[in-house]
């Protein structure tokens, strides 16, 4: 079956722009996790969603936003954008709540901020 | 922020060796995961261990948990240069808040 699928792959904007980041979960699978991943930072949790529903939260900014479709797509939302934002965006999805079980990763969208 | 913490950070060795990496952590956890980034890409998952195992092997692999130390440890027994990645450990703790650590980067030379 397919994978995780995430698009743009490459990504270039302005600081100040926004951006949007969209994430296609495996077929079936109901939780969507989105991370940030940087060279200073590592992988740093964003948030998830499970059946349309934010279930839990990490600790950036409210520039950074997502959702999650009823076909349980998600995007995430960064607004004014800043040039530390620049980073490797991973979304993961699983059966389940992530935890108890395995996350698929996609290859991610790299963002760069100019 | 982060919960665990891989050590070491990166390792180097001969391909046909064995590699071991570890992953220290703070809080009480239900599960913990062992995943695979060959670079700049996603991650691939390698072993979920819960709580209340020990050891647990997957070909090559063999990952150790150990509560009372709140510390798991990763084998590559005979590594290849296709292993070479960075390894990182994620955690599950009681708040359902799930964790990945800083990550091990391991290079096999040939």
């Known amino acids: 079956k397919a994978g995780v699928t995430q698009t743009p792959r490459y990504l270039i904007k302005t600081r100040g722009q926004q951006v949007t980041l969209s994430c296609s979960p495996i077929?079936?699978?109901?939780?969507v996790s989105w991370y940030q991943q940087t060279p200073g930072q590592g992988l740093q949790f964003l948030f998830e969603?499970?059946?349309?529903?934010?279930?839990n939260k990490g600790n950036f900014p409210g520039r950074f936003s997502g959702r999650q479709f009823s076909n349980s797509r998600s995007e995430m939302n960064v607004s004014t954008l800043e040039l530390g934002d620049s980073a490797l965006y991973l979304c993961?999805?699983?059966?389940?709540?992530?935890?108890?079980?395995?996350?698929?990763f996609g290859q991610g969208t790299r963002l760069t901020v100019v | 922020s982060q919960q665990g913490e891989e050590d070491p950070q990166a390792l180097s060795i001969q391909e046909g060796e064995n590699a071991t990496m570890n992953c220290s952590y703070k809080?009480?956890?239900?599960?913990l995961q062992w995943y695979r980034q060959n670079s700049g890409r996603g991650l691939v998952h390698l072993i979920l261990?819960?709580?209340?195992?020990r050891e647990k092997h997957s070909g090559r692999l063999r990952v150790t948990l150990d509560t009372s130390k709140k510390s798991s440890s990763l084998l590559i027994t005979a590594s290849r240069a296709a292993d070479t990645a960075s390894y990182f450990c994620?955690?599950?703790?009681?708040?359902?808040?799930?964790?990945f650590g800083t990550g091990t980067s391991l290079t096999v030379i040939p």
């Open positions: 077929s079936g699978h109901r939780s």
């Open positions: 969603y499970f059946s349309e529903t934010q279930r």
């Open positions: 261990i819960r709580s209340n195992e």
């Open positions: 994620a955690t599950d703790d009681a708040g359902n808040q799930f964790y």
């Open positions: 993961a999805s699983s059966l389940v709540p992530q935890g108890p079980t395995e996350a698929f």
């Open positions: 809080t009480s956890i239900n599960n």
